[in-house]
């Protein structure tokens, strides 16, 4: 096996003879990285080994360790460092870099079910790219190589449980604090000092982390907020940070910040960087981590911390998404009507894509079935939007040579809240409830007017988007540049343009502006656009 490794941006690969590892992680409370992290993996020999130590870390990882007989490979829960695989002559390659697969090899067929899966969900399905015979290592997935063939294939992590926590709220409160406490004690710990900058928006993930850097009396710390002037997350972000003590910068998406973005080789590299040929290259902070390093606001050593999906630990997805007794033999549809949305689909491509989906969650779980439906639901969401389109988004960070962390996704929490039971989820009531009353109104965070749905407000959107396709286009796309608060239309239209000018045929139907980007991308990554 020939394995090629080629990113270095943000984070870099730490190797040695028989181990590379890019990333970091915690046993317990002690953190690894770099040569610390090499050295404790360096003791892995066995297959066995190798299992034990995949369930015991936490943290945001990707693993290469090579023995006499076997080749061990694992990414983490967010699938934030993917790698790429071929056989090509009866010899596996594995690279980082799918680009460099494509080009060594001359790969330019592309798979047509999954340009459809890409186009409707953003990323490609389980194990596949946008190319064929190119596979990716997938969120939380193993592989044990031999002699050129992968031996076993499986899944060291699953968020699907067999049976609710049968705790009571109370103490189920408590443990939660608990968990809280001790995931941002190791995160903080593992800043060292270094400048944290939040991109802080007026909800409450993003808050919780700047409130838990104040109560820890971490001292580096700046807050930014970006897009329209006019955005409702200005407000409550500006003011939790005033509040904190917190350096707050406010980024406007404006015509001097993201006119003629597409021509440049910056941005080029950019979606070719954060695509990888397997998910939608995420355009929303780009502009805003580019201006705070190209204006050299913050330090060249800072660590960006997002507070990604949080709201799915506290199950934002209930009521929105989730049907309260949704049961085993819905989840297939229920994937394919939410997750797979962003583009029209005949009934032939639904019935291919509900093919793959089964498929996939057999690749996940065999006995899937003996779960817990919605958190089997869960899990799925989980190992694909969660990880290849939420997670895959901090390429805006290591593009620009930053590190990240993602506090949220410690597996401590992730533990905790797998089995909170669905009645406490509904409204995110456990979760708001500590929020609010366990960190924000102690610190004077907790506003008149938050950005939290009500009930009432969920259930008149479900009722809105059950009426929008009927509605006229010139609605449904004054509606949407309403609430365009990243300032997405002028961006995502000089995409439009560059597709329209090269007579190439562009599906429009003013659901969002990601179908734009996710059309653009695929011509981009075949060359049709320059």
Request: net charge positive; proline share 2%; with cysteine.
């Amino acid at each position: 096996m020939e394995i090629t490794l080629k990113h270095n941006l943000g984070f870099s690969w730490y190797k040695n003879n028989t181990v590379s590892i890019k990333g970091y992680f915690y046993i317990n409370d002690t953190f690894y990285e770099k040569e610390k992290a090499l050295n404790l993996l360096s003791k892995i020999t066995s297959t066995d080994k190798f299992k034990e130590v995949l369930n015991t870390i936490n943290g945001v990882f990707t693993i290469i360790i090579k023995n006499k007989e076997n080749i061990f490979i694992a990414s983490d829960v967010t699938r934030t460092f993917p790698l790429f695989y071929t056989l090509q002559n009866k010899k596996l390659f594995l690279s980082d870099d799918i680009h460099y697969l494509k080009d060594t090899f001359n790969i330019n067929d592309f798979d047509a079910v999954s340009e459809i899966e890409f186009k409707a969900a953003n990323h490609t399905l389980g194990k596949k790219t946008l190319l064929k015979n190119v596979y990716q290592v997938q969120a939380s997935e193993f592989l044990i190589i031999e002699n050129n063939h992968i031996i076993e294939s499986n899944f060291f992590y699953s968020y699907a449980i067999e049976k609710e926590s049968s705790d009571s709220y109370a103490i189920l409160k408590n443990k939660a604090i608990n968990a809280f406490e001790n995931t941002f004690k190791r995160f903080i710990n593992s800043l060292n000092n270094r400048t944290a900058i939040i991109p802080l928006s007026g909800g409450f993930d993003s808050r919780l982390i700047a409130v838990m850097l104040k109560k820890h009396n971490y001292k580096n710390v700046i807050c930014y907020t970006y897009g329209r002037k006019d955005s409702f997350e200005i407000k409550n972000s500006k003011k939790t940070a005033e509040v904190l003590g917190f350096k707050w910068l406010f980024i406007e998406y404006n015509s001097q910040i993201i006119n003629n973005y597409l021509e440049t080789n910056e941005f080029k590299e950019y979606a070719h960087f954060a695509g990888k040929l397997s998910s939608m290259p995420y355009l929303q902070e780009y502009f805003a981590v580019k201006y705070l390093k190209d204006n050299k606001v913050i330090p060249k050593d800072s660590i960006f911390i997002p507070g990604y999906a949080g709201d799915f630990l506290g199950g934002s997805q209930f009521l929105k998404v989730i049907p309260e007794k949704l049961e085993h033999h819905q989840i297939v549809d229920l994937i394919i009507s939410k997750k797979y949305s962003n583009f029209k689909l005949t009934s032939s491509n639904k019935k291919r894509i509900k093919k793959e989906v089964e498929k996939t969650l057999l690749d996940f779980d065999i006995n899937y079935l003996k779960k817990n439906p919605s958190s089997v639901f869960e899990d799925f969401d989980l190992k694909e939007k969660i990880a290849k389109y939420i997670f895959n988004s901090a390429n805006f960070y290591t593009y620009f040579g930053f590190e990240h962390r993602f506090p949220f996704w410690d597996k401590e929490l992730l533990d905790f809240f797998k089995k909170v039971p669905v009645k406490h989820k509904i409204m995110k009531t456990l979760y708001d409830d500590i929020l609010i009353n366990e960190y924000f109104k102690f610190y004077n965070v907790h506003f008149e007017k938050e950005l939290q749905p009500s009930e009432k407000n969920i259930y008149n959107q479900k009722v809105k988007n059950q009426i929008k396709p009927f509605l006229p286009t010139f609605i449904k796309q004054y509606l949407i540049q309403k609430n365009d608060w990243m300032n997405y239309k002028p961006i995502t239209n000089q995409m439009f343009i560059a597709m329209t000018s090269n007579k190439l045929s562009v599906h429009k139907s003013s659901k969002n502006y990601n179908e734009i980007i996710t059309q653009w991308y695929i011509y981009y990554s075949k060359n049709k656009i320059n």
